[in-house]
T-cell receptor, first 115, second 111 residues
Framework: AQSVTQPDIHITVSEGASLELRCNYS??????LFWYVQSPGQGLQLLLK??????LVQGIKGFEAEFKRSQSSFNLRKPSVHWSDAAEYFCAVGAQESNTGKLIFGQGTTLQVKP | NAGVTQTPKFQVLKTGQSMTLQCAQD?????MYWYRQDPGMGLRLIYY???????DKGEVPNGYNVSRLNKREFSLRLESAAPSQTSVYFC??????????FGDGTRLSIL
């Protein structure tokens, strides 16, 4: 079955500390992968995406993610977290052969940043 | 500002009532999407439109209909609202298979 798992429902980090949000997927087709961020009361914003090529992907707001096919993972990282990064983060996977936008979303990870 | 605009932002309905959620984008994207977001379940695709004139069912289409009025507009209709449709609804636009820009959502409560 196709699925996306974000093992951490809630994470708290101190401002300035490094961050890693985990994402594991189970997908039969060749996947493409996304990370989105959602601030309270707002829609989702695309942080970054992976289709092919370099497995380390750079995104907006200083985020990066690494695709590891052998581990079926696409973890999101940031070297130094800012208070404004507090939000909910969603990992999503879709099929490269498809143009449907039928992404499967994880349940989300809520990030809290301590001063 | 460029982006995806959804109306209304909030709505309360009684069971059995109908309503249409409106969505418009001004980024010249071909594809548009409707998702619902429920606590602990991430986002689930209701319907999508790969291009003007086409619509297809997503993961949870039952109880909904859509209309791709033109390239800019993609509406979602609840014909007979049910409490199970209480949710936050998001419209998105983007390129093939890539919802890139989301609206701020419509918070819908059905009593």
């Amino acid at each position: 079955a196709q699925s996306v798992t974000q093992p951490d429902i809630h994470i708290t980090v101190s401002e300035g500390a490094s961050l890693e949000l985990r994402c594991n997927y189970s997908y039969g087709a060749t996947p493409y992968l996304f990370w989105y961020v959602q601030s309270p009361g707002q829609g989702l914003q695309l942080l970054l995406k992976y289709f092919s090529g370099d497995t380390l992907v750079q995104g907006i707001k200083g985020f990066e993610a690494e695709f590891k096919r052998s581990q079926s993972s696409f973890n999101l990282r940031k070297p130094s977290v800012h208070w404004s990064d507090a939000a909910e983060y969603f990992c999503a996977v879709g099929a490269q052969e498809s143009n449907t936008g039928k992404l499967i979303f994880g349940q989300g990870t809520t990030l809290q940043v301590k001063p | 500002n460029a982006g995806v605009t959804q109306t209304p932002k909030f709505q309360v309905l009684k069971t059995g009532q109908s309503m249409t959620l409106q969505c418009a984008q001004d980024m010249n994207h071909n594809s548009m999407y409707w998702y619902r977001q429920d606590p602990g379940m991430g986002l689930r695709l209701i319907y999508y439109s790969a291009s003007e004139g086409t619509t297809d069912k997503g993961e949870v289409p039952n109880g909904y209909n859509v209309s791709r009025l033109n390239k800019r507009e993609f509406s979602l209709r609840l014909e007979s609202a049910a409490p199970s449709q209480t949710s936050v609804y998001f419209c998105a636009s983007g390129f093939r298979g890539q919802p890139q820009h989301f609206g701020d959502g419509t918070r819908l409560s059905i009593l």
